[in-house]
């Protein structure tokens, strides 16, 4: 796959380390890799509003695809975790997706 190629492109490996640290300085409480079937459940849940937690498409990159989950429900207040699959395991039509710049988790 070659990013040249892409109408809008993925987010650089940087450009995850970079928002994987600012998490990291705001209480995030870890890097989780998911299953396919866990990832896309989680992602379902950005078109929800809630009150006590969120969900939000971070970004790609090449090879995989980022989530950052937000819950208060923490028992020493809000955290933050970022959820993340290879894109290998993702559904070709999901992974078509984020390759042109979308996503199909729009609000």
Not at 35 to 49: M, W, Y
Request: hydrophobic share 40%; aromatic share 8%; proline share 5%.
């Amino acid at each position: 796959m070659n990013v040249k190629h892409m109408k809008r492109p993925l987010l650089s490996l940087h450009g995850v380390a970079l928002t994987g640290w600012l998490l990291g300085m705001t209480g995030c409480s870890g890097l989780e890799q998911m299953s396919a079937d866990e990832f896309l459940a989680q992602a379902e849940q950005i078109a929800e509003l809630h009150s006590v937690h969120s969900t939000r498409f971070i970004g790609a990159t090449e090879t995989a695809a980022y989530l950052e989950y937000w819950t208060a429900k923490a028992p020493s207040g809000s955290r933050k975790k970022v959820f993340w699959i290879p894109l290998s395991e993702l559904p070709a039509d999901v992974v078509a997706q984020l390759e042109s710049g979308s996503h199909p988790w729009q609000r």
